[in-house]
């Protein structure tokens, strides 16, 4: 159980277009979720909350113009770069946390790989 | 905000050595997690140790949440062990979590 799926796992794009990255929890309801990128050789560093039918919470120096987020359902929230660049290139990681326990593990994502050209 | 830190920062072992990883943190939290990173970037959750101990087969994870710590430990370990292991914690109930900077493992043949 516990499974989070993302969707591309990879991605290439020209820079200034717009990239959406899906996150869904298979086998369970997440209340919350998050999402983290992460450049090469570095930690992972969160960039924003998302809880279903609310506004999603940025972390400080987040662009939440650039980074759109939407939790529309319990199962699936999505991540838009808007007007790439190559400064964006990154692996981006979601996780949730499952309503259905007292528990708060959060669990990840197999991550998306976002290259801009 | 709370701090954390992992040590060793790399760590390189023989096949079937033991080794301990640890986590330091800088105030009392709520969730604390082990994950191990693998090469394609998948993070695989380890453990969801707040405090006390738990095992998992060649793992244990220890937490002393009094101490700020945690310690992970390796045994007989394996080729497949390689990768990141990171400690990451959550200072509220269901709150974001923040990650230390990791060990890099290498498991020599």
């Known amino acids: 159980g516990a499974v989070v799926s993302q969707h591309p796992s990879w991605v290439i794009c020209k820079s200034g277009t717009s990239v959406k990255i899906e996150c869904r929890s298979l086998?369970?309801?997440?209340?919350?979720m998050f999402w983290y990128r992460q450049f090469p050789k570095q930690s992972l560093m969160l960039m924003a909350t998302s809880n279903e039918g609310s506004k999603a919470t940025y972390e400080q120096g987040v662009e939440k113009d650039k980074f759109l987020i939407n939790h529309a359902s319990l199962t699936l929230s999505t991540l838009t770069v808007t007007s790439a660049h190559p400064e964006d290139s990154s692996f981006y990681i979601c996780s949730a946390i499952t309503s259905e326990s007292s528990y708060n593990e959060q669990f990840f994502g197999p991550g998306t790989r976002l290259t801009v050209l | 905000g709370i701090q954390v830190e992992q040590s060793p920062p790399d760590l390189i072992l023989q096949e079937g050595a033991n080794s301990t990883l640890r986590c330091n943190f800088s105030?009392?939290?709520?969730?604390l997690q082990w994950f191990h990173q693998n090469p394609w970037g998948q993070l695989i959750n380890l453990f969801y140790i707040p405090s006390g101990t738990k095992q998992n087969g060649r793992l244990s994870a220890t937490t002393v949440a009094t101490e700020r710590y945690s310690l992970l430990y390796i045994s007989s370990s394996q080729t497949t062990d390689s990768g990141v292991y990171f400690c990451a914690v959550a200072p509220n109930q269901g709150g974001k979590l923040i990650f230390g900077q990791g060990t890099e493992l290498s498991v020599k043949p």
């Open positions: 105030d009392s939290v709520n969730n």
């Open positions: 086998d369970f309801q997440a209340t919350t």
